[in-house]
Nanobody
Framework: QVQLVESGGGLVQAGGSLRLSCAAS????????MGWYRQVPGKQRELVAI???????NYADSVKGRFTISGDNAKNTVSLQMNSLKPEDTAVYYC?????????????WGQGTQVTVSS
C-alpha cells in the first residue's frame, strides 16, 4: 500500500501562482509514475501532468507552458508549480501514484486539494 498526502491548494487570483506538493509513503519502491489529475463536479477526472522515475514528463495541452511538474525519487515527493493560473484551472487536484505495470486509474490517490482561481 501507498499513502499520498497532498498540500498547497488554495484561492488565488487569475494570473497568480500556486505550488502543490505530494508526499508518498509505504510501498513506494514499486511506484513508476507520479502525477496530478484534476476534477470538477460533473466532469471526468483529467490528467494535468505526470512524471516517471526517469524524469520523463507529460502534460495536458491546457497547462503546457504554465505548469511544471517535478519529482524527488529519494524523498518520494512530487510537486506541481502552477503559474499564470486561469479560472478554468479551478478544480480539486489529486495526487496519483502508479505502480509498475498498472493503469493510472488503478493507482493510488491522495485525498485531493482544492484549487480555486478567481477572475
Amino acid at each position: 500500500q501507498v499513502q499520498l498526502v497532498e498540500s498547497g491548494g488554495g484561492l488565488v487570483q487569475a494570473g497568480g501562482s500556486l505550488r502543490l506538493s505530494c508526499a508518498a509513503s509505504g510501498s513506494t519502491l514499486n511506484i513508476d509514475d507520479m502525477g496530478w489529475y484534476r476534477q470538477v463536479p460533473g466532469k471526468q477526472r483529467e490528467l494535468v501532468a505526470i512524471i516517471n522515475r526517469s524524469g520523463r514528463t507529460n502534460y495536458a495541452d491546457s497547462v503546457k507552458g504554465r505548469f511544471t511538474i517535478s519529482g524527488d525519487n529519494a524523498k518520494n515527493t512530487v510537486s506541481l508549480q502552477m503559474n499564470s493560473l486561469k479560472p478554468e484551472d479551478t478544480a480539486v487536484y489529486y495526487c496519483n501514484a502508479v505502480p509498475y505495470g498498472t493503469i493510472w486509474y488503478e493507482g493510488y490517490w491522495g485525498q485531493g486539494t482544492q484549487v480555486t482561481v478567481s477572475s
